[in-house]
């Protein structure tokens, strides 16, 4: 009798308990690396692992465990991992980096008790603020928060465990819901996005070539040529922030902007120029209309604050740019999610009827689930984060207002990585949270709306680790390889709950450790101070608000419509949406290059030069993560600062 031999890969293909308990471990592994390093949280130096597109500790544990796997195929077959696992672990990490990251709950780590420990006579935010917080969403017990703020205590005690286990049930659930309807999103346009309109999806390219086909990419002399120089360049530096007699290399920000300070040039502000080489390889890889859409729009917004000084109009900045543009953009981002689901429009009726069909279509079959199932969870998603709301003291008719404001905007975010492929989505300051009191006047909305609206600046305050785009570039990459969607759906959300959950956990053990008094206290001041101003000073609605909105969307759409019209049209109507805030500074100058350099050898060497280039460009992005990260974790090891390769710092 004879047996067909089954191939070792074939069968660790079949397996789906091991990368979900893997993905746990190093999703929790990295929230704690997270919460050690981005944004100097406990001393280390200023590195941002989730202030870019792409995480860079993600990218550094992908680099090793896909390094390792391949020691294993050789020499232990049966054990090593196959691809749709990889992907799974490489996907549960980035969930779990984006939840504790720089734009998310690194900031509720600190507003979540923060009108309570940090009340004083002065602001008088016991009688101003504390009486229109519930009880369940935050802690005001003293004595449990006195550990937490001051250190040198311990989270593991039944006082302490007990004063935080409701505002952490609480916020476990909103923050699951919260996400989980950004997945259903996703489900309901991820064959628009990924299948009919083929959106480039520039920033998967490098861990899908590590992921798809490891040999082929690293033995690519060119790759480890980009690898040699990136690496080389931070190997130099961190060896001299350790020893400071060894030279550096220095390729961070210099602000060109200090030595024009006279008017009316001095409205440029912050103007940095900088050389890191993983942006200048993303911006190669960034199609060539885009990156010089989004350095020359960079450039209009800054020649606009200047021409308004220099006609007698006051400029405010905000990161270096005038403070009302943000608003332009909130216009813009609105216009494109608007053009973005016209453009869909076909699809989303297609599913709409599949939705009401008693028995799904046969399209649905490639589905994670069905159209009805999607649907469904839309509406529990959405029906529990308006409860929440309204349980809190939210008005019903704000917090559905908030909420569409809210995921308009992150729907633009998604879409526009996936077509663009952005170094950084920072957006500072203009949510729904800023938009609304704006547009009604702070009097209207009354105390209670604004002080629940102050506890959701943890997600509105920025959008560096949003986790919406990762949740599609995973069903991008799973259909490259083939996975089940029904596994990748499973591990969005293990890997979603196991994310919070250990976020929490992170900062409430080194709160307690450490303390948070003196660490990152701006994320609480920022939103509880302005909301301090508009209990005070109750404010009518902004009529210039009212003008800068609609005509962000209205240049969106006229720019769009260029676009579409004539195929000569240079300029794309998503860099005029994104170039106006922290990131755009940070990462104009190296996208300006990336896109010189593809320009160039578009020109000169024409689209197979292009294509043999681009291992070269990945080279520099992964040679700047391996090395770069790598000095990172030196630190978090040791306990002590280290190099810093992205942002500040020498």
């Known amino acids: 009798m004879t047996h067909t031999a089954r191939s070792p890969l074939t069968k660790a293909s079949d397996r789906f308990l091991r990368p979900i308990l893997l993905g746990s471990v190093l999703a929790l592994t990295n929230s704690f690396w997270v919460t050690n390093v981005d944004g100097t949280f406990f001393g280390r130096a200023g590195m941002h692992l989730t202030a870019m597109s792409i ?3 993600v990218l550094f544990c992908l680099f090793v465990i896909v390094l390792l796997n391949l020691v294993l195929r050789r020499y232990f077959p049966y054990h090593a991992l196959s691809q749709s696992e990889i992907l799974i672990i490489y996907l549960m990490m980035n969930l779990a980096s984006g939840i504790a990251g720089h734009g998310f709950m690194q900031i509720m780590s600190q507003i979540i008790a923060f009108p309570f420990w940090y009340a004083t006579p002065e602001n008088e935010w016991t009688k101003l603020i504390q009486p229109y917080i ?17 250190g040198e205590s311990s989270l593991y005690t039944g006082v302490h465990f007990r004063g935080w286990a409701l505002p952490v049930i609480a916020w476990t659930g909103f923050i699951f819901a919260f996400i989980s309807l950004m997945f ?8 628009q996005w990924i299948e009919k309109e083929k959106l480039a999806y520039p920033t998967i390219q490098l861990p899908s070539e590590m992921i798809h086909q490891p040999e082929v990419f690293f033995k690519n002399r060119l790759m480890w040529l980009g690898f040699s120089m990136a690496a080389g360049i931070d190997l130099l530096n961190g060896l001299s922030f350790l020893f400071p007699t060894i030279p550096h290399l220095y390729v961070k920000m210099t602000n060109i902007g200090r030595y024009l300070n006279f008017k009316p040039f001095a409205a440029l502000g912050w103007m940095p120029v900088a050389f890191y080489p993983f942006i200048i390889g ?7 209309e885009l990156s010089f859409s989004f350095w020359f729009f960079y450039l209009v917004w800054k020649g606009r604050g200047v021409l308004l000084v220099a006609l007698g109009q006051p400029s405010q900045q905000l990161y270096g740019f005038d403070r009302n543009s943000i608003y332009f953009s909130a216009g813009a981002l609105l216009g494109l999610c608007g053009i973005a689901l016209w453009q869909a429009r076909r699809h989303l009726l297609e599913v709409v009827k599949s939705a009401l069909r008693p028995t799904p279509i046969s399209d649905e079959a490639s589905e994670p689930v069905s159209y009805q199932t999607a649907f469904i969870g839309l509406g529990l998603s959405s029906l529990f984060l308006i409860g929440f709301c309204y349980l809190a003291g939210m008005s019903w008719w704000v917090a559905v207002l908030f909420f ?30 800023i938009i609304l009191p704006e547009l009604f006047g702070t009097r209207a909305l009354g105390a209670t709306n604004l002080t629940i609206m102050a506890y959701f600046w943890f997600f509105n305050r920025a959008h560096y680790s949003d986790v919406m785009p990762h949740q599609l570039e995973g069903f991008k990459m799973a259909l490259k390889m083939r996975l089940n969607q029904q596994r990748l759906m499973v591990a969005i959300l293990v890997g979603t709950l196991v994310g919070i959950l250990g976020a929490f956990w992170a900062f409430l053990h080194y709160g307690y450790e450490v303390g948070m008094r003196g660490r990152l206290e701006w994320f609480g001041f920022e939103p509880f101070n ?18 800068y909105l609609p005509a962000g969307t209205i240049l969106y759409v006229v720019l769009a419509g260029l676009r579409s019209r004539f195929f000569w049209w240079p300029l794309h109507p998503v860099g005029f949406a994104v170039s106006n805030s922290w990131g755009a500074n940070v990462t104009w100058f190296p996208v300006f290059i990336g896109w010189a350099l593809k320009i160039s050898v578009l020109r000169w060497g024409g689209w197979r030069t292009h294509m043999r280039a681009v291992p070269f460009f990945l080279g520099l992005m992964l040679g700047e993560f391996a090395v770069g990260t790598f000095w990172s974790l030196f630190g978090t090891i040791l306990g002590g600062p280290h190099y810093s390769f992205f942002p500040y710092g020498r």
């Open 55 to 57: 995480f860079f500790n």
């Open 530 to 547: 302005r909301l301090q101003s508009r209990l005070t000073n109750p404010r009518e609605p902004n009529l210039s608000v009212l003008a």
């Open 184 to 191: 259903f999103i996703n489900l309901i346009l991820r064959r």
């Open 134 to 150: 519930p009880s369940w969403i935050s802690v005001r017990d003293m004595a449990v928060l006195k550990g937490y703020y001051q």
């Open 404 to 433: 569409i404001i809210y995921y308009a905007l992150c729907l633009s975010i998604t879409r526009m990585r996936a077509e663009m492929g952005v170094p950084v989505h920072d957006y500072h300051n203009g949510g729904p949270d």
């Open 282 to 288: 993303l911006g190669f890889l960034i199609p060539a």
